[in-house]
């Protein structure tokens, strides 16, 4: 009975008929048929969600130091080779200067010593424990003109290769000795070439050929003209090979295939020396003569040298005095009688 006054009551029936105090009963959210929310509920709605708007990447800046990109595909690893070339390539042209720089000084150093000055000898390089010391002073690089640099140069490998060739002589005579010992004769003489040649040919006509491009000295290239003119000779017989002479030439090496083939083919290698050596001679000759027509040297100025360096050496004076005073000592001698 309480229940159903309750029910009855007339503000009970007015709470439920009110639409304003609607309860999660009577309305469901997901159902499109029972309209907007009721205010009470609206109110705790969630909203809809904003659509996302994608972030744009800014622009990216170039700095002053960073490379600009027209077209062409740059890499770090580019820029790093074209940076170690630039690198090269300078370091390159400070090597040149150093270089030139220091033949200048050498060449001021030249000039300023003067031309009595004595200079410390640097050929042959021997070790300091050696009791015997260099005898000459060679640098082709200063005390030659450019435009012969390479002609000296070219003499004095020259002269190595002749000297390695009569060593190679020695060795050949050596083999031939040991399968034939009545070759002693050719050996001996072997021995003696490579001791006579090599530093006679330095001295007669590399060191004239030297001096004369150094100084332009017609005397020095008439002398190493007719020595190194009788050394071509030499070179052509040591081609040829007369047996008994201590040549490996191609007379003996083709006898000694009969002997013995490897010493035959041995000898047959230092015929092919000499045979270049005798060709190579005859060309430098010529090149040699080309070179000393164009810097001027005659006969005269040769004859005019000799006389200079006879009259300046001290030794030749001296000697010349002493001539002078025995012959006028003597003929005061004579005539007081």
Same mark, same amino acid.
């Not at 007369?242 to 090496?253: D, E, H, Q, T, Y």
């Given at each position: 009975m309480f229940i159903l006054s309750v029910c009855q009551d007339p503000a009970v029936t007015q709470h439920s008929s009110n639409t304003e105090y609607a309860t999660l009963d009577l309305y469901n959210p997901f159902d499109n048929k029972n309209g907007p929310p009721p205010p009470a509920y609206a109110a705790t709605a969630p909203s809809a969600p904003q659509?996302?708007?994608?972030?744009?990447?800014?622009?990216? /800046?170039?700095?002053?130091?960073?490379? /600009?990109?027209?077209?062409? =595909?740059?890499?770090?690893?580019?820029?790093?080779?074209a940076t170690t070339a630039e690198l090269l390539r300078k370091q390159e042209e400070l090597e040149k200067k150093a270089r030139e720089l220091e033949r200048r000084e050498r060449e001021l150093d030249s000039h300023a010593l003067g031309p009595g000055a004595t200079r410390q000898n640097n050929w042959p390089p021997l070790p300091s424990f050696c009791p015997v010391g260099p005898c000459f002073y060679q640098d082709i690089n200063m005390e030659i003109s450019q435009s012969f640099q390479r002609t000296v140069s070219i003499m004095y490998y020259y002269w190595m290769f002749t000297a390695c060739t009569l060593v190679f002589n020695l060795m050949s005579c050596l083999s031939l000795f040991c399968v034939d010992t009545s070759g002693g004769v050719g050996l001996g003489l072997a021995i003696l070439w490579v001791l006579l040649f090599t530093p006679c040919s330095f001295v007669c006509w590399y060191r004239p050929v030297y001096k004369a491009f150094r100084s332009? =000295?017609?005397?020095?290239?008439?002398?190493?003209? %007719?020595?190194f003119f009788v050394q071509v000779i030499f070179?052509?017989?040591?081609?040829?090979?007369?047996? *008994?002479? *201590? %040549? =490996?030439?191609?007379?003996? =090496?083709l006898a000694a295939l009969k002997t013995s083939v490897p010493v035959g083919v041995i000898m047959m290698l230092n015929a092919i020396l000499f045979t270049a050596q005798a060709a190579m001679g005859v060309v430098l000759l010529k090149r040699v003569h080309s070179l000393y027509r164009q810097t001027g040297a005659s006969f005269v100025k040769a004859q005019a040298e000799f006389a200079t360096g006879v009259m300046s050496n001290q030794a030749v004076r001296q000697a010349a005095a002493s001539a002078t005073a025995s012959a006028a000592q003597g003929a005061f001698t004579g005539a007081a009688r």
């Open positions: 659509p996302v708007v994608p972030a744009t990447t800014p622009p990216s /800046r170039t700095t002053p130091t960073e490379p /600009r990109n027209y077209g062409t =595909s740059f890499t770090p690893q580019t820029a790093v080779n332009d =000295s017609s005397f020095n290239f008439f002398a190493f003209f %007719f020595i070179y052509v017989i040591m081609t040829i090979g007369i047996p *008994g002479w *201590g %040549f =490996s030439g191609w007379i003996v =090496s």
